[in-house]
Every structure is written in structure tokens, then in C-alpha cells.
């Protein structure tokens, strides 16, 4: 048995070489190998070979070592990503993969996926390079290849410490516990530069640590893949014709070719699941985001103004600083700031931009900068935009902006009670974000960033009667340009004339 066991493994560590090396088209070893080795229990409990589906194929054509998956129900990614797994750990020699999803339940779900997986591989592989010295509902192991397969949750906050990760799949990260932002931290400290993650979910909520991880993952590196309902094939409903259709559903058909019986599914899900069929059957990455509490903001308005922004003119500073409209010669702007401590892991520091005449939106900084070097952006885009009046809240790290600014001789600063600077308080703050909103629903085209309106979707009202970020989520960007507005509003302009 020496003989073949040896022959064995050295094709699994041949095949293991060349593993993403495409054999016809966008088609891999590793899906070659997947659709030949592995099979899968269907809905009707048959057993058959799994063979990608459309998500599936487009998560293989496009998914690099670090990736986020925003998808609709039952699409088959969780299953996808342990099958693409799983064949790098029998085919690469001392290679560690963990699953960490949400729940107990939902780990040992993952874990019956892949120990059918192994159940159903040729016997003499199972007898031989295959043989596992361990294999329970947490754990497959295999000696003859110093591979290893585990399952984990996001509730133990050890979760990787000692460990080195070689592919990490965290599940349903949106649903992982309060405390899961650190069993992540965890986690992803234990994978290396070439190792891969995947941080997959359905969306739950516009806040939270997937909501997060989902926004900035172009700072992060990550790739984004996101699976809307249609594209599992089963999503359909027989019936012999849904006109008239909606304007929301003509527009659903023009650009994504739905059918009828397509169309005739997605009313009876959104007729059975109400106001919850949006986020666990997404259309697209940004109404899929549900707040947690009341929006403080028009949600029309915002689709209006996502639907109606664009890209920006021009990026700078790997996407920091966006800026739709250069200054024009002879315009006057106004720039918000909301200034923070600088910190990596704290709030952003944020600066708005706004036309003084008619109001729009210009340029946004967004960053976690040291106070000095803040100020000394803000110097340099405030003069590029002829010297603009700069309102600095002067709250909290704001003193340290503002003592920057006088220092550096920026004479142009907003004052307010003899003082330079605006103060955010409970009494100025309500009247800042309410006046704001009204911006918004009379005039959306006004306001361009889509990190704003982001922002927007996840500023709620509280059970306390104030408002603010949904919990997990940042309100920088809204506080920045309605600190514009209202200074915009409260100095005295012989050319101001207010579009509201």
C-alpha cells in the first residue's frame, strides 16, 4: 500500500500546484477537480456532483485572495467556497482551513457539507491519501498530507489565536455577535499575506460589522461580489402572463432580462415577506442595507440622488478626497468640517464642500489623518476653492483644527458668538440635521457622494427621540455638510440665494 499511498499524494501535490491554471475558457483545475470529486445533497435529497451554478461561476472568475460576498438567499456560495476549500486541503500538503459561521447550528450544517464531501470520494482515497486520523462535527484531519479542516464559531473570541489560517471563510458575518468584531480581528491576524479570506452574508441591517467591512472595502483591499435572488434558477413561478408591470419592474426587466415568471415570483415574495424581502432576497448592494430604527432621511430622495450622482470627476489620495466640480473663478464655496482624533480605529475626519450659491456638493475628505496634517489639507483645499469659508466644529478635536488653522494663517474661518468655529449642541445639533433633510427631499441632486449617502440610510432616529449613526455605523459625512449648510445658511451673503 506504500507505493500507491506515495503515488497518490504526489498527484494530489501536483494538482494542488496548478490548481487556479485555467484548462478551457474561465474554468480551473480546482473547479475541474470539484465537479469530479465532490458532491452535494439537493433540495429533493438526491446526491449529485456539484456543478457551479451562475453565482458560483462568477464568484470563481473573479474572486482574488481577499473577497466579500454580498448575496442573496440560498445561492450556494457557503457551499461553493467549502468545496473550493476543501480541494485546496486535500491537494496542498500542511494546509489549515476554518469556517466560522454564526451559530452552533449553522457550523455544524457547514461541517456535514464537507464531511459528505469526503464521504463521497473514491474509496481508494479514503483508504489512502485521504485517510483521516480525526473527523468529527469541529474537525477532519489528514496525516498523510498535514492538512487540516475545522469548523468554529464567531461566539469563541479565541477563534485563530496560535493558529496560521491558510483559507478563512467567515459566514454570515452580519449575524455574527456583538462581540464578533474582535473574534474577527482574531482571525484575520492569523492568515497570511497569501492566504485567502472570504467574508460572506446576506445583508442584516444598514450597520454593523458586515455593513462596515462592505463600505470600505475598496480601503481594505477586498474584493466585492455581489449575487442578486435571480441568479438561482429556482427563483421562478409558473403563470401565464404579470402585465401590467410596475415601473420598478419594467426597469427589472429592461436591465436584467427577467421573465415573466420570474416577475410573478418576486411578487409573491415581496406580498409574503413585506418590508424584509429586500434584504434577504437583494436586488442591489445599496436597498438591500435595511436601517435598524427610523431614517431620519427621505429614502426615496436618497435613491434619486444615488441614481443621479456619478462617478467623481476626479480621485485623489487612493479615493480620499472626491471631487465632482473644480472651483470656477469667481464662485464662492463654504466647507464643513468635522474633525476627529486621528486614531486608525476611531471616527473619520470628514470635509464637505458645498457651492455657496446653490448648495451643491463639490468635493468630500475622508480619512483618519493626525490633526496637523488635517490641517494642513484643509488649508490647501479650502485655497484651491478661491479661499473658501471654512466652519470647523469646534467641539472636542476641533480647539486642536482650529489652533492649526491660526497657526498656519488661514484668515477665512467661520465665527459664531465671537468665537471661531461651529459648535455642534443639543440645540443647534436637531435644527443642523432637520434642516438637512428637507435639502434632501426638495432637492437629492444636490448631494453626490455615495459614501454620504450611505450615511444618510443609516442615520435613524433613536427610541430617546435623538438621532445619529445606527449602531456599528458612522454619521462623519452627514455631520461635515450639515455643518456647510448651516453656516452656508446662517452668514449674511449679498449673493446668497437658497435653492429651498
Known amino acids: 500500500?506504500?507505493?500507491?499511498?506515495?503515488?497518490?499524494?504526489?498527484?494530489?501535490?501536483?494538482?494542488?500546484?496548478?490548481?487556479?491554471?485555467?484548462?478551457?475558457?474561465?474554468?480551473?483545475?480546482?473547479?475541474?477537480?470539484?465537479?469530479?470529486?465532490?458532491?452535494?445533497?439537493?433540495?429533493?435529497?438526491?446526491?449529485?456532483?456539484?456543478?457551479?451554478?451562475?453565482?458560483?461561476?462568477?464568484?470563481?472568475?473573479?474572486?482574488?485572495?481577499?473577497?466579500?460576498?454580498?448575496?442573496?438567499r440560498q445561492l450556494g456560495i457557503t457551499t461553493y467556497v467549502a468545496a473550493r476549500f476543501f480541494i485546496h486541503t486535500i491537494t496542498q500538503p500542511g494546509t489549515l482551513t476554518v469556517q466560522v459561521a454564526h451559530t452552533q447550528e449553522s457550523a455544524e450544517e457547514i461541517f456535514r457539507i464537507v464531511h459528505r464531501f469526503w464521504e463521497n470520494l473514491p474509496e481508494a482515497l479514503q483508504r489512502g491519501a485521504l485517510a483521516r486520523s480525526r473527523a468529527n462535527v469541529r474537525q477532519i484531519a489528514f496525516p498523510e498530507l498535514d492538512s487540516e479542516y475545522?469548523?468554529?464559531?464567531?461566539?469563541?473570541?479565541?477563534?485563530?489565536?496560535?493558529?496560521?489560517?491558510?483559507?478563512?471563510?467567515?459566514?454570515?458575518?452580519?449575524?455574527?455577535?456583538?462581540?464578533?468584531?474582535?473574534?474577527?480581528?482574531?482571525?484575520?491576524?492569523?492568515?497570511?499575506?497569501?492566504?485567502?479570506?472570504?467574508?460572506?452574508?446576506?445583508?442584516?441591517?444598514?450597520?454593523?460589522?458586515?455593513?462596515?467591512?462592505?463600505?470600505?472595502?475598496?480601503?481594505?483591499?477586498?474584493?466585492?461580489?455581489?449575487?442578486?435572488?435571480w441568479y438561482e434558477n429556482s427563483y421562478r413561478q409558473a403563470t401565464a402572463g404579470v402585465s401590467p408591470l410596475t415601473s420598478e419592474e419594467e426597469e427589472l426587466v429592461q436591465r436584467f432580462a427577467l421573465s415573466d415568471e420570474q416577475i410573478a415570483w418576486r411578487r409573491t415574495n415581496r406580498a409574503q415577506l413585506r418590508g424584509i424581502a429586500a434584504q434577504e432576497f437583494a436586488e442591489d448592494a445599496v436597498s438591500c442595507f435595511r436601517a435598524s430604527g427610523e431614517c431620519v432621511f427621505d429614502l426615496e430622495a436618497i435613491g434619486r440622488a444615488a441614481a443621479a450622482c456619478g462617478e467623481p470627476l476626479e480621485t485623489r489620495d487612493n479615493g480620499r478626497l472626491m471631487i465632482w466640480f473644480p472651483a470656477q473663478s469667481g464662485k464662492q464655496y463654504v466647507i464643513g468640517v468635522d474633525p476627529a482624533g486621528g486614531g486608525s480605529d476611531g471616527d473619520y475626519s470628514c470635509v464637505q464642500v458645498i457651492e455657496r450659491r446653490t448648495g451643491i456638493q463639490c468635493a468630500e475628505l475622508h480619512g483618519h489623518f493626525p490633526l496637523r496634517e488635517f490641517s494642513n489639507r484643509l488649508v490647501a483645499l479650502a485655497a484651491s476653492y478661491n479661499q473658501a469659508l471654512l466652519a470647523v466644529e469646534r467641539n472636542n478635536h476641533g480647539y486642536g483644527v482650529l489652533a492649526h488653522l491660526q497657526s498656519l494663517g488661514y484668515a477665512n474661518l467661520y465665527r459664531e458668538g465671537g468665537q471661531d468655529g461651529w459648535l455642534t449642541s443639543a440645540l443647534t445639533r436637531p435644527a443642523m440635521i432637520e434642516h438637512l433633510a428637507v435639502v434632501l427631499a426638495t432637492e437629492p441632486a444636490l448631494f453626490r457622494s455615495p459614501r454620504l449617502l450611505n450615511e444618510f440610510r443609516t442615520f435613524v432616529r433613536q427610541g430617546d427621540g435623538s438621532s445619529g449613526a445606527a449602531v456599528g455605523s458612522h454619521d462623519d459625512t452627514v455631520m461635515a455638510i450639515a455643518i456647510a449648510w448651516g453656516a452656508r445658511r446662517d452668514v449674511a451673503m449679498p449673493a446668497r440665494r437658497s435653492t429651498i
Not at 38 to 46: N, P
Open 1 to 72: 500500500m506504500v507505493g500507491p499511498l506515495r503515488s497518490d499524494v504526489r498527484i494530489l501535490r501536483q494538482l494542488g500546484l496548478c490548481l487556479d491554471r485555467k484548462i478551457r475558457a474561465s474554468r480551473t483545475v480546482r473547479d475541474f477537480l470539484i465537479e469530479a470529486l465532490l458532491q452535494i445533497r439537493i433540495k429533493h435529497r438526491a446526491l449529485l456532483a456539484l456543478s457551479p451554478n451562475r453565482a458560483q461561476r462568477e464568484y470563481s472568475a473573479h474572486c482574488t485572495k481577499r473577497n466579500i460576498v454580498l448575496k442573496a
Open 150 to 229: 475545522r469548523v468554529a464559531t464567531a461566539a469563541d473570541p479565541n477563534a485563530g489565536r496560535g493558529m496560521t489560517i491558510h483559507n478563512l471563510h467567515c459566514s454570515e458575518v452580519a449575524r455574527w455577535p456583538r462581540d464578533g468584531a474582535d473574534t474577527l480581528a482574531s482571525l484575520r491576524a492569523a492568515v497570511p499575506a497569501g492566504g485567502e479570506i472570504v467574508l460572506e452574508s446576506t445583508p442584516n441591517g444598514a450597520g454593523g460589522m458586515f455593513y462596515e467591512e462592505w463600505q470600505k472595502a475598496g480601503e481594505t483591499g477586498y474584493t466585492q461580489h455581489f449575487f442578486p435572488w
